[in-house]
């Protein structure tokens, strides 16, 4: 089944300890991006990935980093999680850029006391 | 500053109405407009999408109206029904990688 997935899918933690969201599609997508999803202001992208080893930032970057070493994976990383950070996110794939259809994952969602 | 306007934040119809979300933007250099479906613990689902160069666009019961010299566009939902009851996000992007939301619509259609 094509389908994009997210782990994990609920997380708590406290400011300052170093995360990982993992993102991974089966598609063979070219283009990934995450979003972050909070009440009253939509959902916000933070990074986009238009292939393996190319990252560039989207609206809200700060805070996060990614990588993208491989073509199906796209990792958020939050180094240093402050109540800020405390959303919904989703990782999102398309098979290229130029308005190919977004596949959004299930989503994650975080928790930062 | 929210690139994407939206419009209402939430609206209740009856079955066979149709309600209307409208978005406003302002960065002429948008040329790709999707709108995306939400339903309640799901990620955002595309539900239609149009480009500048047409005015008007239909699949099934979801229509796009684009309105490019008032740099607005709409999603008007024929006939609908309770299963419509979701949260509807406008958004726009210039060059296919950056992608600007609207805040998002609560529909909920009363059978």
């Known amino acids: 089944e094509a389908q994009v997935t997210q782990n994990p899918r609920y997380l708590i933690t406290v400011t300052g300890k170093k995360l990982t969201v993992t993102c991974s599609q089966n598609?063979?997508?070219?283009?990934m991006s995450w979003y972050r999803q909070d009440p009253g202001l939509g959902l916000r992208q933070i990074y986009y990935?238009?292939?393996?080893?190319?990252?560039d930032k989207g609206d809200v970057p700060e805070g996060y980093k990614v990588s993208r070493k491989e073509k199906r994976n796209f990792p958020l990383i939050l180094e240093s999680p402050s109540p800020n950070q405390t959303s919904l996110y989703f990782c999102?794939?398309?098979?290229?850029?130029?308005?190919?259809?977004?596949?959004f994952g299930p989503g994650t969602r975080l928790l930062v006391l | 500053q929210q690139q994407v306007k939206q419009s209402p934040q939430s609206l209740i119809v009856q079955k066979g109405g149709i309600p209307i979300i409208n978005c406003a933007y302002e960065?002429?250099?948008?040329?790709?407009f999707p709108w995306y479906q939400q339903f309640p613990g799901k990620g955002p689902a595309l539900l239609i999408a149009i480009r500048p160069d047409v005015s008007e666009k239909k699949e099934g019961r979801f229509t796009i109206s684009f309105n490019k010299s008032a740099k607005q566009f709409s999603l008007h939902i024929m006939d609908s029904q309770p299963g419509d009851s979701a949260t509807y996000f406008c958004?726009?992007?210039?060059?296919?990688?950056?992608?600007?939301f609207g805040t998002g619509t609560s529909l909920t259609v009363i059978p």
């Open positions: 958004a726009a992007s210039k060059d296919g990688n950056q992608f600007y």
């Open positions: 990935s238009m292939n393996v080893e190319v990252t």
């Open positions: 999102a794939s398309s098979l290229g850029t130029g308005g190919e259809t977004q596949y």
């Open positions: 960065n002429t250099a948008f040329d790709y």
């Open positions: 598609m063979n997508h070219e283009y």
